[in-house]
């Protein structure tokens, strides 16, 4: 039954595209599969123990640190990273508002900011019926994606703004596509 | 990462027949598992992932009223499951204040129960484990202390459990369903975890080859929806293990307590259940002198197992806290800081010199 020295075929849709993968390996990981083989370095391996957020990715909708999970047990899951967020040139409203609110610094853990971003207000619960964002709720949120430069005030206030925005753009335009982009120019 | 097998399990008794061989190890999420693999702290020849088992990420309402959480449900799940957070309430704040949500997200229920401790001498190679390498000595004794057991340690292991999640479950009475070579079994949860004693590499009641099916709270643990609370003292705001946490339950009928739960985190080798202070509490009315007492007696046998004496007192504290705010009721909506006892909402309650 064992598998390690034998080659193990996975598929990932990667991005939206479906990528058939074949491990040598039962160690590698979603982040070194994405960084070392799919070319994809926009998750970045900071700690690479679960500790700093810089390699957050969805997978199937919802936000993990890819830097703990085994490739070869997400057989056939579907990732979004960060490459994969804008809708061609047109920016997310979290990636803009980081740009809006100056929502980083060196930059290194900004891939994994936004995508922790787009997970919790998607997650909802950030507001009352109707009303903005509470601040404290979204620093709470996303106290899972360390910052050395220290840039937390500015991505705060990124965050409140693309919830504002996203909010706003889902009630006049509720055809949101799978990836999280929105129809119009929300930002 | 020392390199290893990796077998699919597809049904829970292959899952079983494959973790029959030695050096085999359980893989469910991954984040304390994988952690401790990149660490060089756990080298498993073999691993079994149960994550395509079928029928094991469901959250049952039984038909006596009990719930059962299945072993591969995700933390993150079970935290945004509208009916089981207005059940309990407990065990939802203190799953929002574990870890992070990337975490959450990823970590399952038998995971979170079965995470080893943090203790930082076990996750150093280089110091002496008794955990680790039975014999080999307990390099905490004499460290760095200040966050270790105070109740329940032994001089072989002075380390703690560090769940947030274990803590109202031990006070809610859940119910450990195990399946393993010999069949099915349950165990009370407040005595699934092991106490060091002289054997401290014997961390939980799981025989050779069993595995965690579900986590099952009985018909009553609902009973306490309306008036209970997870505390939890960290080093910082958010994102940290406790220094000390509480979780309570009560049930008031016309005025008194008809029942009360008591169980503290991060202060033994195990959730610490403090059935003698819950004694204490029933039939009585709520007041500041009963919930002190309560907690003296929760903590009536606790001693330093070196620099951390204030958790001691830290815990007696945090117990009457809790019982204060779960005597107030439970908030309609979770705090934005979950289980914080500095929560800034006004309606938090009670004062920060409890």
């Given at each position: 039954?064992?598998?390690?020295?034998?080659?193990?075929?996975?598929?990932?849709?990667?991005?939206?595209?479906?990528?058939?993968?074949?491990?040598?390996?039962?160690?590698?990981?979603?982040?070194?599969?994405?960084?070392?083989?799919?070319?994809?370095?926009?998750?970045?391996?900071?700690?690479?123990?679960?500790?700093?957020?810089?390699?957050?990715?969805?997978?199937?909708?919802?936000?993990?640190?890819?830097?703990?999970?085994?490739?070869?047990?997400?057989?056939?899951?579907?990732?979004?990273?960060?490459?994969?967020?804008?809708?061609?040139?047109?920016?997310?409203?979290?990636?803009?508002?980081?740009?809006?609110?100056?929502?980083?610094?060196?930059?290194?853990?900004?891939?994994?900011?936004?995508?922790?971003?787009?997970?919790?207000?998607?997650?909802?619960?950030?507001?009352?019926?109707?009303?903005?964002?509470?601040?404290?709720?979204?620093?709470?949120?996303?106290?899972?994606?360390?910052?050395?430069?220290?840039?937390?005030a500015g991505i705060t206030q990124a965050v409140l703004q693309a919830h504002a925005a996203m909010t706003?753009?889902?009630?006049?335009?509720?055809?949101?596509?799978?990836?999280?982009?929105?129809?119009?120019?929300?930002? | 990462?020392?390199?290893?097998?990796?077998?699919?399990?597809?049904?829970?008794?292959?899952?079983?027949?494959?973790?029959?061989?030695?050096?085999?190890?359980?893989?469910?999420?991954?984040?304390?598992?994988?952690?401790?693999?990149?660490?060089?702290?756990?080298?498993?020849?073999?691993?079994?992932?149960?994550?395509?088992?079928?029928?094991?990420?469901?959250?049952?309402?039984?038909?006596?009223?009990?719930?059962?959480?299945?072993?591969?449900?995700?933390?993150?799940?079970?935290?945004?499951?509208?009916?089981?957070?207005?059940?309990?309430?407990?065990?939802?704040?203190?799953?929002?204040?574990?870890?992070?949500?990337?975490?959450?997200?990823?970590?399952?229920?038998?995971?979170?129960?079965?995470?080893?401790?943090?203790?930082?001498?076990?996750?150093?190679?280089?110091?002496?484990?008794?955990?680790?390498?039975?014999?080999?000595?307990?390099?905490?004794?004499?460290?760095?202390?200040?966050?270790?057991?105070?109740?329940?340690?032994?001089?072989?292991?002075?380390?703690?459990?560090?769940?947030?999640?274990?803590?109202?479950?031990?006070?809610?009475?859940?119910?450990?369903?195990?399946?393993?070579?010999?069949?099915?079994?349950?165990?009370?949860?407040?005595?699934?975890?092991?106490?060091?004693?002289?054997?401290?590499?014997?961390?939980?009641?799981?025989?050779?080859?069993?595995?965690?099916?579900?986590?099952?709270?009985?018909?009553?643990?609902?009973?306490?929806?309306?008036?209970?609370?997870?505390?939890?003292?960290?080093?910082?705001?958010?994102?940290?293990?406790?220094?000390?946490?509480?979780?309570?339950?009560?049930?008031?009928?016309?005025?008194?307590?008809?029942?009360?739960?008591?169980?503290?985190?991060?202060?033994?080798?195990?959730?610490?259940?403090?059935?003698?202070?819950?004694?204490?509490?029933?039939?009585?009315?709520?007041?500041?002198?009963?919930?002190?007492?309560?907690?003296?007696?929760?903590?009536?046998?606790?001693?330093?197992?070196?620099?951390?004496?204030?958790?001691?007192?830290?815990?007696?504290?945090?117990?009457?806290?809790?019982?204060?705010?779960?005597?107030?009721?439970?908030?309609?909506?979770?705090?934005?800081?979950?289980?914080?006892?500095?929560?800034?909402?006004?309606?938090?309650?009670?004062?920060?010199?409890?």
């Amino acid at each position: 039954m064992g598998l390690s020295i034998m080659s193990i075929p996975i598929t990932l849709t990667v991005n939206g595209v479906r990528r058939e993968i074949v491990l040598e390996d039962a160690r590698v990981t979603l982040l070194d599969l994405l960084r070392e083989r799919l070319d994809l370095t926009g998750a970045k391996k900071g700690c690479d123990r679960g500790q700093c957020g810089a390699c957050t990715i969805l997978v199937d909708g919802t936000r993990i640190n890819a830097c703990l999970a085994l490739a070869v047990s997400h057989d056939g899951a579907s990732l979004l990273t960060i490459e994969g967020l804008a809708d061609g040139d047109v920016l997310h409203p979290v990636q803009a508002a980081f740009l809006d609110n100056d929502g980083f610094q060196c930059g290194f853990c900004t891939p994994g900011q936004i995508l922790s971003a787009v997970a919790l207000i998607g997650e909802g619960g950030l507001a009352e019926e109707g009303g903005p964002a509470d601040p404290e709720r979204v620093r709470e949120g996303m106290s899972g994606n360390l910052c050395r430069c220290g840039a937390y005030a500015g991505i705060t206030q990124a965050v409140l703004q693309a919830h504002a925005a996203m909010t706003h753009a889902a009630m006049h335009a509720p055809d949101v596509l799978p990836g999280g982009n929105l129809t119009e120019d929300a930002a | 990462m020392k390199s290893f097998d990796y077998v699919r399990a597809g049904s829970l008794a292959e899952a079983v027949a494959a973790a029959s061989a030695p050096g085999a190890a359980y893989l469910a999420g991954g984040t304390n598992l994988v952690d401790l693999m990149k660490g060089g702290l756990t080298r498993p020849d073999r691993l079994v992932d149960l994550t395509r088992l079928p029928g094991l990420d469901r959250i049952e309402t039984l038909p006596d009223g009990a719930t059962r959480i299945g072993a591969l449900v995700r933390n993150g799940a079970l935290t945004r499951d509208a009916g089981f957070a207005g059940r309990y309430p407990a065990v939802v704040e203190a799953l929002l204040s574990g870890a992070s949500a990337q975490l959450r997200n990823a970590a399952t229920t038998a995971g979170n129960v079965l995470q080893r401790t943090r203790c930082g001498y076990f996750y150093d190679p280089a110091s002496a484990c008794n955990k680790r390498s039975p014999g080999a000595g307990c390099e905490a004794r004499g460290g760095i202390t200040r966050t270790h057991a105070v109740l329940g340690w032994s001089e072989h292991c002075i380390a703690t459990h560090p769940s947030d999640f274990c803590v109202p479950l031990a006070a809610l009475d859940a119910v450990v369903e195990i399946e393993g070579p010999t069949g099915r079994r349950e165990v009370p949860f407040d005595v699934f975890h092991l106490l060091p004693g002289d054997t401290p590499e014997r961390e939980t009641a799981l025989r050779a080859g069993e595995v965690v099916t579900a986590i099952r709270l009985p018909p009553e643990a609902a009973g306490f929806a309306g008036h209970s609370r997870y505390l939890k003292v960290r080093e910082r705001t958010s994102y940290a293990f406790a220094v000390v946490s509480a979780a309570v339950g009560l049930r008031l009928e016309g005025g008194t307590i008809a029942d009360g739960r008591i169980a503290l985190g991060s202060v033994a080798l195990r959730p610490w259940r403090a059935r003698e202070a819950e004694a204490l509490l029933a039939g009585r009315a709520p007041s500041p002198e009963v919930f002190a007492e309560a907690a003296r007696a929760a903590l009536a046998g606790a001693t330093p197992s070196g620099d951390n004496a204030f958790k001691i007192e830290l815990a007696r504290r945090i117990v009457v806290r809790a019982l204060t705010l779960a005597a107030a009721g439970t908030p309609g909506r979770m705090p934005a800081l979950p289980a914080s006892p500095f929560a800034t909402s006004p309606t938090a309650g009670a004062s920060h010199h409890a």
